[in-house]
């Protein structure tokens, strides 16, 4: 019995420490951003898609929404992405369309 709680205790917590949002491997929490992110979404041929995220720190052209390990992590879809956004605590305020594609303005829910 301790095994299989061991085992359900261990499991929850992967499951919960693989949801969180960390950008090239920082977390993002409120302590180190304010109400609002941009996202910026990049297409794989696949349809996959990752995200760029502005959220004031100094060259946001580089930074990606990666693993805790610094992993750049692919969405299956840009829907799939906005709903990850969402459970972390974001939601879409603002969308602007432009040549290249759509940018996406989120405001923090909580």
């Not at 956004?85 to 759509?102: A, I, K, N, P, T």
Request: net charge neutral; charged share 30%.
């Amino acid at each position: 019995m301790k095994k299989i709680t061991f085992t359900l205790a261990l499991l929850a917590h992967t499951l919960i420490a693989s949801a969180q949002l960390f950008v090239e491997g920082v977390k993002i929490e409120p302590s180190n951003t304010g109400q609002y992110i941009e996202l910026d979404p990049l297409y794989r041929e696949d349809g996959r898609c990752t995200f760029r995220v502005d959220f004031g720190q100094s060259n946001p052209k580089e930074d990606y929404v990666t693993d805790v390990n610094g992993k750049r992590y692919d969405f299956r879809s840009l829907v799939d992405g906005l709903n990850f956004f969402y459970e972390e605590g974001w939601q879409v305020e603002q969308v602007s369309v432009l040549d290249r594609g759509r940018r996406f303005l989120l405001k923090r829910r909580y």
